[in-house]
């Protein structure tokens, strides 16, 4: 017999599980599948245990530079073994998190693989068998993985995804990583500050390409300075394996040049995990590998909704757990509001880190906004060169017209922290005139925000 519920959600990644607990919270009766781990690839695969490395790397340069600080520190090295075994610990540990707020929500969890098996029917096939359950209203969460090309598939020896790049069979000498977007760069980030020779390849013209023109050559110039060989408009065409070695076919100004490397990283993308669901049969479109949904999430098939990575751009945790708050209350019946990906910050954990949110100026000017730009430099704020922190740039675009901050772009120390003071500002529509009689506290990095903001109207004060 089919046990019964009043919400199915098919996936517990940062948007399912989520969606799972507000719908509990709310008085539903929930239950969540999910075929591998609580919590999905962000918690398991990607978002924390990429970050328990990098905080590794982090410390690990800063020992090296421990002379800067008036400090001593001999024969400083490293444990790759010990690294990453510190991360899959702290991958353990949120799942076990997980785990208890389902418990202390009574949430119901079937571990297996889930099916839509008609309308309000979903099959879960476990370890014992098939299960058979029901909802009027069922969550599609199912998430994404890492987009192989012909030719250059990974193999978990020679060529990485991000799972073989997070529990690495040896510490790379010579890297390739293709694709410089947020996880090429944050494994580049990583790899290269433990030593090893690494080598980025772009395809487009900049790194970081979603990012604001100047904070990508700013990036570039950093990552430079570190080492790192940065190879844009550039293509890996081919990869030939032999032993121990990978020679890359880089095609760059029209010609292909060869390199060998001893390992290669694959980040070129991600496709929707969108097969065996039954979706298409349930008549649920998909477009390239992705659900397609309105601004409410839903797909078109009634109480059938689609959140995260599947569901589309911008591929991003706190979208999708936002996404899954905001159908649980439609589910529930309270009034929602949709997502604006506009308004959603980004975020690379690389060195020096990434933030940004809203437009770029390039995006504004596009959109036919007359813009006023600010922009300030980490080396003119007190906090940043007493962390041994200098480098950096907050920069800020405005509306000339209304004042509204329509972006804010960002590279250097703790950034993805400091993001968020702008994407409240840009959530409660304040303007340039609010953000210059804010006072921000002294010292911090906070405070260049207010600098860049009263650079763009011709006002800054330490530059």
């Not at 978990?156 to 040896?170: E, Q, S």
């Not at 390199?259 to 998909?286: M, P, R, Y």
């Not at 529930?332 to 690379?348: D, F, L, N, Q, W």
């Amino acid at each position: 017999m089919a046990q019964n519920f009043d919400m199915i959600v098919i996936g517990a990644g940062p948007g399912g599980y989520v969606a799972a607990i507000r719908g509990a919270q709310l008085g539903l009766k929930v239950c969540v599948v999910e075929r591998e781990n609580l919590g999905g690839i962000c918690l398991n695969w990607g978002c924390i245990p990429t970050k328990a490395l990098l905080r590794s790397s982090e410390v690990f340069h800063l020992m090296e530079r421990a002379k800067e600080f008036g400090l001593s520190a001999e024969k400083i090295d490293y444990d790759l073994p010990a690294v990453v075994k510190r991360s899959r610990g702290v991958a353990k540990q949120m799942e076990g998190g997980i785990r208890g707020l389902f418990k202390k929500n009574k949430v119901t969890v079937v571990m297996g693989e889930a099916k839509i098996a008609g309308k309000g029917k979903v099959s879960v096939k476990t370890d014992k068998g098939t299960e058979e359950l029901t909802a009027k209203n069922i969550i599609i969460a199912t998430g994404a993985r890492a987009r192989e090309l012909p030719g250059l598939e990974a193999d978990g020896d020679l060529v990485w995804t991000y799972r073989a790049a997070l529990d690495p069979v040896r510490m790379p000498k010579k890297l390739l990583v293709i694709g410089s977007g947020a996880i090429g760069i944050e494994f580049a980030s990583f790899y290269n500050t433990l030593g090893a020779d690494t080598t980025v390849v772009e395809v487009m013209d900049r790194v970081l390409p979603v990012e604001d023109e100047d904070i990508s050559k700013f990036a570039k110039k950093q990552f430079v300075k570190q080492g790192m060989k940065i190879m844009e408009k550039a293509m890996v065409k081919q990869l030939d394996r032999g032993k121990g070695k990978v020679t890359a076919h880089i095609e760059v100004g029209g010609k292909i040049e060869k390199q060998e490397f001893d390992t290669v990283i694959s980040a070129v993308g991600i496709v929707g995990n969108v097969e065996g669901l039954g979706l298409e049969e349930a008549g649920v479109k998909i477009d390239r590998t992705h659900v397609v949904t309105d601004e409410f999430c839903r797909t078109g098939v009634e109480g059938v909704y689609a959140i995260g990575d599947i569901a589309g751009a911008p591929w991003l945790a706190h979208k999708a757990s936002h996404e899954g708050v905001m159908v649980a209350d439609l589910i529930a019946g309270k009034s929602a509001h949709p997502v604006k990906p506009e308004s959603i910050a980004g975020c690379t954990y690389c060195h020096p880190q990434v933030a940004s949110v809203g437009y770029t100026e390039a995006k504004a000017k596009e959109l036919g906004y007359k813009v006023k730009v600010g922009r300030f430099p980490f080396i003119g704020n007190g906090k940043a060169v007493a962390l041994g922190e200098p480098e950096g740039l907050v920069k800020t675009i405005f509306d000339e017209k209304t004042g509204e901050l329509l972006g804010a772009h960002m590279v250097g120390a703790e950034v993805t922290e400091l993001i968020q003071g702008y994407v409240i500002g840009r959530k409660l529509e304040t303007t340039e005139e609010d953000l210059m009689e804010t006072v921000f506290p002294h010292p911090t990095l906070s405070e260049m925000m207010h600098e860049s903001v009263l650079d763009a109207y011709g006002r800054v004060i330490h530059m």
